[in-house]
């Protein structure tokens, strides 16, 4: 086990895993944080949707977050986490383009892109449902490096 005044920014920042943990657990944070905030802006103005009723649609993020913390566990014990982050990133960049704002993704030749509200309400499920990878286990893979 390291000693405490061993452990600085700079040596946790010159080991690979740590670095890892850290990215994975940004990439959860700015989809819990930063995400939600223009997401919102984006429901309100190309959906109309009332003000009043957004907080509905986060609550599909959030019960599906519950859903994953509860199963996902059980069902990866023996998966390695950086599998579980790759995992997460590549779900998470579906889901993500489900949501939009990119016009490309969705529009088909001359075809403007889709603006059915189908495509979100498949994308949040699926964003909170897999989020769980990066914030359940990305911390214990930072703190078990400096564990001998």
């Excluded at 690979?16 to 223009?38: P, R």
């Excluded at 603006?115 to 893979?141: H, N, R, S, T």
Aim: hydrophobic letters at 55%; a neutral charge.
């Amino acid at each position: 086990m390291a000693k405490e005044e061993d452990i600085t920014i700079l040596s946790t920042l010159k080991i690979k895993a740590v670095v890892f943990a850290f990215l994975a657990q940004s990439m959860a944070m700015y989809n819990i944080g930063f995400f939600t905030s223009f997401f919102a802006i984006r429901l309100k103005g190309y959906y109309e949707i009332p003000t009043s009723q957004i907080g509905y649609y986060f609550a599909i993020l959030s019960a599906s977050y519950l859903v994953g913390a509860v199963v996902l566990p059980m069902i990866t014990t023996t998966t390695p986490r950086k599998l579980l982050f790759v995992i997460n990133f590549f779900v998470s960049a579906i889901a993500l383009m489900f949501m939009g704002p990119s016009n490309w993704v969705f529009s088909f030749g001359d075809h403007p892109p889709v603006k059915d509200f189908y495509l979100i309400l498949i994308g949040l499920p699926l964003l909170g449902f897999i989020q769980i990878l990066c914030l359940v286990f990305a911390l214990p893979e930072a703190i078990e490096v400096y564990q001998v």
